[in-house]
């Protein structure tokens, strides 16, 4: 089965420090297939370093951008995310290759970000950070909207506060959806429900961002 | 013509997407994060050195091994050395028991004089009973008694050897005394 990812270039300096390349614009689809992803951990496992950069240089950028997504809170998904691989690195001995790496992956992500709902008792679709943005929502008046284009900015502020509006269960769903590259079976895995639930709810997620991102472009 | 329902089944399957995403959502994380988990990650596999006592210096294999070696020659030669002389311990017999109490014995055996006068004082007062003369015989000095008799062993050898020129009489005789000398010493009070 092939995987969506997003183009990324590992790079192993004589120091045996990994440094990323910024990510290009594009969305390209790399042919990665899964059983490759659960060699790299089996490698891994073995103790072999490499295998562990080239799997963390596949999936560290859906990663974040799901867990960034979901916390709202930039400091919150870098613990999340050292969090994640953290879980990732000790269970290396215990993987087995069962399931696709990439619903391993975001199994723990889910529940990482559940565990840290359920330590700060707070609700995963309360709005913290981006309150504000949701008046964006609403349509512009006549005298407000921008006569140009809406610049980049402004379209990424929309997109993110019509994200925050969601609710939880259908956010987590979109995300999955957008960024981890799952099927709808695997998001239902991940998140615990029927296939026909990730599936509504993925609906209704999408349906609304597309009204919302819609009237900005109007 | 296509509905709601297809767009989002293109959407789902990937094959169109439903609403345009903004171009600078495609962030990262930052770099600080990527070392902190590949450095994490780094470790969690890193072999575990063994624990040391202490760090020897380099000189310290050669030395060891050289102390080996001549603590290792010094005890086969010594094992390959024959046995120092040693005193063979006496086997434990009533005869070396003998042996080694005959000085003690020698000195007890004191000359008896003062007996004999005053038997012969007694005598001469008339009872006439000079018969017992062998029994208040003064009994052998020590300076004159033979010399085989100064110990056990060389006594037995004399009584051996009168034995075996045939004097019967006087090796039976020496046997007797010194059998009588012995028993004296075993009920000795001084003992």
């Known amino acids: ?93 215990r993987y087995e290759p069962r399931a696709k790496f990439r619903t391993f992956l975001f199994t723990l992500a889910h529940n990482c970000f559940i565990d840290h709902c359920r330590r700060t008792k707070a609700r995963p679709g309360g709005l913290r950070i981006e309150e504000a943005d949701d008046a964006d929502l609403l349509p512009a008046g006549e005298d407000t909207q921008p006569d140009a284009a809406l610049s980049r900015d ?25 960024e981890s590259d799952l099927s709808l079976e695997d998001i239902a895995r991940v998140t615990g429900v029927g296939a026909e639930t990730a599936k509504s709810r993925l609906r209704y997620a999408v349906a609304k961002l597309k009204a919302a991102l819609s009237v900005t472009e109007a | 013509m296509t509905g709601p329902d297809d767009d989002f089944e293109d959407f789902v399957n990937r094959r169109k997407p439903v609403f345009r995403r903004p171009e600078d959502e495609m ?26 006592m202490f760090s020897a210096p380099r000189w310290s294999m050669p030395i060891a091994l050289a102390a080996t070696l001549i603590l290792t020659f010094t005890i086969i030669f010594r094992a390959g050395l024959p046995p120092p002389k040693t005193q063979p311990t006496p086997e434990v017999t009533v005869q070396n028991v003998a042996e080694r109490t005959d000085a003690p014995m020698a000195a007890t055996v004191q000359p008896a004089p003062a007996p004999a006068e005053s038997v012969a004082t ?41 034995r075996d020129a045939g004097d019967a009489a006087r090796a039976d005789a020496e046997y007797a005394e010194l059998k009588r000398q012995q028993r004296a010493y075993a009920v000795s009070p001084d003992r």
């Open chain 1, 154 to 178: 402004e379209t990424s502020r929309r997109y993110r506060a019509a994200l925050a509006t969601l609710p939880a269960e259908q956010r987590d769903v979109y995300l999955l959806h957008e």
């Open chain 2, 122 to 162: 007694s005598s001469t007062a008339g009872a006439g009973a000079s018969t017992d003369s062998a029994a208040v015989a003064p009994a052998p000095k020590a300076g004159d008694a033979p010399p085989w008799r100064r110990d056990t062993k060389s006594w037995l050898a004399e009584i051996q050897r009168l």
């Open chain 2, 27 to 52: 962030f990262e994380p930052p770099a600080e994060l990527d070392r902190v988990v590949l450095r994490q990650a780094r470790e969690a596999i890193k072999p575990e050195e063994p624990m040391r």
């Open chain 1, 1 to 93: 089965m092939n995987a969506a990812t997003f183009t990324m270039d590992g790079i192993t300096t004589p120091e045996n420090t990994v440094r990323f390349a910024r990510p290009s614009r594009t969305r390209t689809v790399e042919t990665v297939s899964d059983d490759e992803d659960a060699q790299l951990m089996l490698a891994y496992a073995r103790g072999e370093m490499r295998a562990f950069e080239t799997l963390y240089s596949r999936h560290r950028g859906a990663l974040y951008r799901y867990l960034t997504r979901q916390a709202r809170d930039g400091e919150i998904a870098n613990d999340l995310f050292q969090e994640v691989w953290s879980r990732v690195i000790i269970n290396r001995t």
